[in-house]
């Protein structure tokens, strides 16, 4: 079972990349790159629905708001 998550991924001030999940308030993560951004997104929300968000974990799969 897959699991979907829209995030936006936004530059800070400091160059960094945050990233965050409207549907998942508490997952904020961040990355010196977007790719390393994105890539801790994942590990983020595999750790909130581990807490709890979700009976059964199946694979995360994530996508920019904006693509949709």
Same mark, same amino acid.
């Given at each position: !079972? =897959?699991?979907?998550? +829209?995030?936006?991924?936004? +530059?800070?001030? /400091?160059? $960094? $990349?945050?990233?965050?999940? @409207? #549907?998942? @308030?508490? %997952?904020?993560?961040?990355?010196?790159? &977007?790719?390393? =951004?994105? +890539? /801790? %997104?994942?590990?983020?929300?595999?750790?909130? =629905?581990? +807490?709890?968000?979700? &009976?059964?974990? #199946?694979?995360?799969?994530? $996508?920019? %708001?904006? !693509?949709?």
């Amino acid at each position: !079972m =897959a699991f979907g998550y +829209r995030y936006k991924l936004e +530059r800070e001030q /400091n160059g $960094w $990349w945050l990233v965050r999940f @409207p #549907g998942i @308030p508490e %997952a904020l993560t961040e990355g010196e790159t &977007d790719r390393e =951004a994105r +890539r /801790n %997104a994942v590990k983020r929300v595999r750790f909130s =629905a581990e +807490r709890g968000r979700h &009976d059964r974990l #199946g694979s995360v799969v994530i $996508w920019e %708001a904006s !693509m949709l």
